[in-house]
Each structure stands twice: as C-alpha cells, then as structure tokens.
C-alpha cells in the first residue's frame, strides 16, 4: 500500500521559514518525479516545486530562490525548506509522486501552512 505522509506544517510569520517532510512507504520512487503541490482556499491545486530522478530541480517562479526541494532516499523522505515566506504562502501543501512530475499517481494527505503577517 503506497502512502505518502506529510509533516512540518503549521503557523508561521511572514519572512521566517518552515520545513516540511513526506515519508514514502509502499512505493519504489526513486525512478520517479517527486513533487510538492499547494491549494489555497477558493483556488486550485498547483505544483510549484519537483525533484527529478536524477535529482535535477524545479521550480515555479514565485518560489524560486527561497523554497528548496530535497529528498533522501535512504530514508525515503522529500523536504521543503521553506524560506522568507509570505502571507499569500498561506495553503494546504501536499507532496506527490509519478512519472511525470506535475501530473502524480500518488499524493499525501496535505499539511496546512498558515503565513501571518
């Protein structure tokens, strides 16, 4: 049984940072794209940061330069070090995995951010 199981979230304030974690079990990703996807209240799910295979990343521009995308394999983890955050970071952060990486065939079941300001 493939379960991805998310942690770190919480309330933090704008400008401090964050971590968040996935453990993978029941699931050999490491051929696979990992992923973290956000959903903010009234809008849609939407990826913004992924971590090839081969450990090449990627990222939406609105994060790039302060979230980074990273896993373990030997502990089967993904992280995202969360950095200088804002308000409008505030959403529901799941992380996912398949084949391709904006389109997964597994996902977590989402940890909540809150960014005051």
């Known amino acids: 049984q493939v379960q991805l199981v998310e942690s770190g979230g919480g309330s933090v304030q704008a400008g401090g940072s964050l971590r968040l974690s996935c453990q993978v079990s029941?699931?050999?990703?490491?051929?696979?794209?990992m992923a973290w996807f956000r959903q903010a209240p009234g809008k849609e799910r939407g990826g913004f940061a992924a971590i090839d295979s081969d450990g090449s990343t990627h990222y939406l521009s609105s994060v790039k330069g302060r979230f980074t995308i990273a896993k373990d394999n030997a502990k089967r983890t993904l992280y995202l070090q969360m950095s200088g955050v804002k308000p409008e970071d505030t959403a529901m952060y799941y992380c996912a995995s398949g084949v391709y990486c904006w389109k997964p065939d597994y996902w977590g079941q989402g940890t909540q951010v809150t960014v005051s300001s």
């Open positions: 029941g699931y050999t990703y490491s051929s696979h794209c």
